[in-house]
C-alpha cells in the first residue's frame, strides 16, 4: 500500500524483489486445465481451480491418483517467458504434498521441453509458499506442471501455485 502526501492510498498487487517487479502470469490471457479433476468438478469446494484462486486458505485435492500421469497446463494465448513459480502446500496432511515434479515448455502443446525438475522437496509447514526460479528465456505457448510423485499418499492437494515471470 502507497500512500501519497495528500493521504491518497493506493494498493498494488505484486511481488518485488531486488532487480524488478515479479509478473504473476497465472491468470494472465490462458486456459488452464488439469489431467485428473476432483470427483465433484473444477468449480467445486476443492476444485482444480481452487489450485490458482490466489486464496491459500483454498485447496484443490484429488484423490486416489496412484501412478498415473497426473499435471497441470496453461495454454497461454501468446507465447509467455516464465521463469519462476510459487507452490503453497495444503492446509493438512503432509502426505498429499507434491515430493517430485517437473515444469515442461511447449510451442505446440504436443513436444515438450522439460524446463525445471525437483526431486526429495518438503514443505516444513502447511499452507507454507515456497518460490522456485529456473533459467528460460523462451516464450512458450504451453506450460504444464506435471507430478511425478507425493510424499506418501496416492492422493494430491496443494492451496495454490502461481506462474511467474521473474526479473533477470
Sequence with gaps: TLTTPKGSKLSLDMLLADLGVVEDLTVYENEFSISRENGSGRDSGEGSLKLIDNDINTKVYVGDVKEEYFYWQFDYFQPQVINGYSMTSGNDDSNR???NWEILGSQDGEHWE?????????????????IF?????TPYAYYRIHIISRVSSTSFQMSEFRMLKLPR
Design 133 to 137: 526460479s529456473f533459467d528460460n528465456t
Design 114 to 130: 522439460v524446463l525445471d525438475t525437483r526431486a526429495d522437496e518438503v514443505f516444513t509447514d502447511r499452507k507454507q509458499t515456497r
Design 97 to 99: 504434498d507434491p515430493k
